[in-house]
């Protein structure tokens, strides 16, 4: 399949849901595509096959939907899987980067010992939108010595301008959305 073709394949599988989760928003639900298990499959190729040759030993998955796309990926990478999760989720010593929201801040965590001495990493999740997650997820993988090699997204709003945020890491979205 050319990229169009799959361009259009993932896009007819992806429902639209007008004002959820709040009024003036479109969200792109991307279960009825992984339920699907050719558009399933395409997603994960898709996010995969920039970084077949990059020598990524960890992908880092953020939670919830980049755990089930970050994990495939890694997969495919013959990588390992490391989980970004909210705080207090993670059983063992964590470390933990606060970011803002449009209204107020969040906060994310990893393990400790997720990330060890000069790991190539590809982060992978399955929206850019304003790009705050994805920042510090950056941040925290870098600060535990990681190298950053990609932020991976199956879906990429341009409108919000997430990309901005990740400046000096490389961004690769699939799909791209201009609303």
Known sequence: MNDATTTDTLKSKIRHIPDFP?????????????????GLRLAID?????YKSSDIDLVVGIESRGFILGAAVADRLNAGFVPVRKVGKLPAKTVRVSYDLEYGT?????????IAGQHQVLIVDDLLATGGTA??????????????RGVAFLIELLALNGRSKLEGAPVMSVLQYED
């Open 22 to 38: 709040k009024p003036g928003i479109l969200f792109y639900d991307i279960t009825t595509l992984l339920r699907d298990r050719e």
């Open 46 to 50: 898709a996010l995969a096959a920039p």
């Open 106 to 114: 969040d906060s994310l965590e990893m393990h400790q010992d997720a």
């Open 135 to 148: 920042r510090a997820t950056v941040d925290l993988v870098r600060g535990l010595g990681g190298d950053v």
